[in-house]
């Protein structure tokens, strides 16, 4: 069993910057991908940011490409972290932010998760 916890959001206002966490512990990820996705308040959960289990090619949805960076720390053995910098935040940034593990290369969709944290909330003012 892998354990997602997220951590990093809070209220900021746009233009500004946050940096989010996901801690993984139990179950060794490091051979996981990881991803970050946001859910907006009446609208479905979208993908945001993936990076493979090696901490290479990460891949960004279109409207954070340039603003945001996903990187990842495989550096303790059976606790990993993924992180999502996000830079030049814009209202339609707001949403909860969740990271997933996945068995396979990437994890650009919702169903792709294998695993799943709780959320943490971001709030851009305008």
């Known amino acids: 069993q892998v354990h997602l916890v997220e951590s990093g959001g809070g209220l900021v206002q746009a233009g500004g910057s946050l940096r989010l966490s996901c801690a993984a512990s139990?179950?060794?990820?490091?051979?996981?991908?990881m991803g970050w996705f946001r859910q907006a308040p009446g609208k479905e959960r979208e993908f945001v940011a993936t990076i493979n289990w090696s901490g290479g090619s990460p891949y960004y949805a279109d409207a954070v490409k340039g603003r945001f960076t996903i990187s990842r720390d495989n550096a303790k053995n059976m606790e990993n972290t993924v992180y999502l910098q996000m830079n030049s935040l814009k209202p339609e940034d707001t949403a909860v932010y969740y990271c997933a593990a996945a068995q396979r290369p990437w994890v650009r969709r919702p169903l792709e998760g294998d695993y799943w944290g709780q959320g943490t909330q971001v709030t851009v003012s305008s």
């Open positions: 139990g179950r060794t990820v490091s051979n996981y991908a």
